[in-house]
């Protein structure tokens, strides 16, 4: 339950990608944290602008829902 929030208002993009690949979203939270220690934080920016997209996608798919109803 509480995971599940957490997971929620951090933009999901790990959750997103865990489903995508088919594999735990905490394994892909893992690597992903080792991959932004190894090269020093760049992967961070990747991770702002894939929940940036992610929240794009979402609004585009709501307000496309609304115009067919």
């Keep these: 339950m509480f995971r599940g929030i957490i997971e929620k208002s951090l933009f999901g993009v790990c959750s997103y990608w865990g489903e995508w690949l088919g594999v735990q979203s905490s394994r892909v939270r893992l690597y992903f944290i080792y991959i932004t220690f190894v090269t020093m934080g760049s992967p961070a920016i990747v991770y702002l602008f894939m929940a940036f997209w992610l ?8 307000s496309k829902n609304l115009i067919w109803n």
């Design 55 to 62: 929240n794009i996608r979402k609004y585009l798919r709501q």
